[in-house]
């Protein structure tokens, strides 16, 4: 009975050292590669669909009469762009030459321009908040992202051919058929299919079971990053460090901006929860990929924190921090 507690109490962090573990066994045990080789794949792209039932279970929980746009929406966005702003200001200030510098700089500018995480209505509504207004901002965040992410990008990397184009079919891939068609189709089900959406609504844990499943694929992924990398030493040792600083200030900026409207949780989830599968695949794509270990590791102090308020939350039933 003491596991079984202990894993509900940190289901997230299981979900990292799970996803790690499974990850070296199938990789580095010579029997176990080929198996590896063939599931690996599958299980990413498997990704996608556990979001959307992930989505729709929690999106059959809506109120939508909360269901619109906030101050504290474009105040925490504004808080996101200047933050982006900064780090890019610092990388054209580096000198040409320090090139570890740069790449380390990279790292942090991936952490803060990434959009809210998919999986953040789900953490809200454990912690407390309120399901409709991270639904908004998240999509708020996307639209966002449109505008920032072909801006910022070839300020930092003059090779990084990222066009609008481009960002806009990124985030209407992640927004209409990660965030919205779940939406759209719960809202359905709500008002054609009542049943179904009381016996959604009475799964209580699932959606977030359906999180940790995925969180796991994810650690494994960035475990592999991490061992692939070339980098030693200092650099390394930024890489891994400088995301959770990072995060620190991300979550706290975003309980206290959004605790000036009464939204402590919901804003610390929206500016500190982020989407980091898209960090990856934007720091390989666009700019130096051996800095892909900071969203790497930014996954797993998100979640770090995320445990530990949950258990705070389980444990004393409110949010202290």
Known sequence: MGIIRFVKDWTLLCSLIVGSIIYLLFSRVEPLVPVGDFMGPKLVGLMPYVIFCMLYLTFCKIDMHNFRPRKWHFALQGIR???TAIVVLVIKL???EDVEAKIIMEGVFICVICPTAAAAPVLTEKLGGGIATMTVYMIIAN???VIIIPSFFPMV?????ISFGIAFALVLKRVFLVLAVPLILALLTKKYLPRVA???KNRRNLAFYLWS???????????RMVTRT???????LLLLILPLVVCIILF??????????????NGGQALGQKNNVVGIWLMNSFLNPVAVIAPCAYVVWQNIINAVQLWYKNKYGYLKW
């Open 81 to 83: 762009v200047l933050l």
């Open 94 to 96: 580096l000198p040409a």
């Open 143 to 145: 639209i966002f992202s």
């Open 157 to 161: 990397e003059k090779g990084a051919g």
């Open 198 to 200: 009381e016996w959604a």
């Open 213 to 223: 499943f995925n969180l796991s694929i994810i650690m494994g992924l960035a475990v």
């Open 230 to 236: 070339q980098l030693t030493g200092e650099a390394l």
């Open 252 to 265: 706290t900026l975003g309980k206290v901006v959004g605790g000036i409207w009464g939204e402590r949780i």
